[in-house]
């Protein structure tokens, strides 16, 4: 017998037996296990299979890519969050604090997030790097097209948006310190509320909504530790309440502090209210 095929029957058993349990804890019917089965059906017809996946693929790569964070709360790790298809490598490098490149009249409020990165040991991690990505205020990705989002139908036109508009890679200090400007992002739609389609259907049954809550992205890495992938959240963000690729950690789920003192805001340079959050980065050692 292959290992392949050793796999497969062991995966394929485990996924029967959970789906065994749900259909009895729910007392699932005949009608509608064909039900289902059909709604597969017409997703498969609708070409719509492989964006059926994000209803899953945060448990695959959370089981594979971010197993070395599995289990945070036993240490206080930090949360590993899928990096996605946004992501661009190269962002221009810059030492903390810092502002990520952005256009002169960037829309959108301005937002400081500052924190540090530390060990899971409470050691600071001086000179990690933050590779900090976001959607901007018009709910567009730089340097991207459509196309770069695989099977997804996202509309992304970044025509005339310089390809690292808010991307950085950003230098923490020597106490493991970093801040850095940006403003707050927009939101991300999924691209699958589509007349007709059989996975907009369902998302709307399962009150799913058809986009993603307001995040910021960042790979943080350093000597001797696991590179972290994860997620800044919004406390208050409605869209927090359903997210159709699973959970969102509530570790990653910050409150922004609202500054409105004209002194305040043009020290800073500003000519607006800005917003602070404070998020620290937790890594565990690689060995």
Not at 12 to 30: E, N, S
Not at 73 to 99: I, R, T
Not at 236 to 256: F, H, M
Request: proline share 9%; net charge negative.
């Amino acid at each position: 017998m292959s290992t392949s095929g050793t796999r497969l029957q062991v995966v394929f058993g485990d996924l029967r037996h959970a789906i065994d349990d749900v259909i009895g804890k729910h007392q699932v019917t005949i009608e509608e296990l064909f039900a289902a089965i059909g709604w597969i059906q017409q997703v498969a017809a609708a070409g719509e299979l492989q964006p059926a996946g994000i209803l899953f693929v945060k448990s695959v790569l959370k089981a594979t890519e971010g197993a070395t964070y599995a289990h945070p709360e036993k240490d206080g790790a930090g949360y590993w969050e899928m990096e996605g298809p946004a992501y661009l490598p190269g962002a221009p490098l810059l030492e903390s604090p810092a502002v990520l490149p952005m256009r002169p009249d960037e829309p959108g409020d301005p937002l400081i997030v500052s924190g540090t990165v530390r060990s899971t040991s409470g050691e600071p991690l001086p000179g990690a790097i933050l590779d900090i990505w976001q959607i901007d205020a018009n709910c567009v990705y730089s340097g991207l097209t459509t196309e770069d989002f695989g099977g997804l139908d996202i509309p992304n036109d970044s025509t005339g948006i310089p390809k690292y508009n808010l991307r950085a890679r950003i230098i923490a200090d020597s106490d493991g310190h970093y801040e850095f400007r940006s403003i707050m992002p927009g939101a991300e739609t999924l691209g699958i509320d589509k007349d007709g389609s059989p996975l907009a259907a369902l998302t709307k049954a399962l009150e799913l909504p058809g986009m993603r809550p307001l995040h910021i992205h960042s790979i943080v890495s350093a000597d001797g530790v696991h590179p972290l992938t994860t997620q800044i959240y919004f406390d208050g963000d409605p869209l927090l309440s359903g997210t159709i690729e699973g959970p969102i950690p509530q570790p990653a789920v910050k409150r922004t502090e609202l500054h409105d003192d004209p002194a305040d805001y043009q020290a800073r340079g500003l000519s607006v209210p800005y917003r602070t959050l404070t998020y620290d980065y937790v890594l565990r050692p690689a060995a």
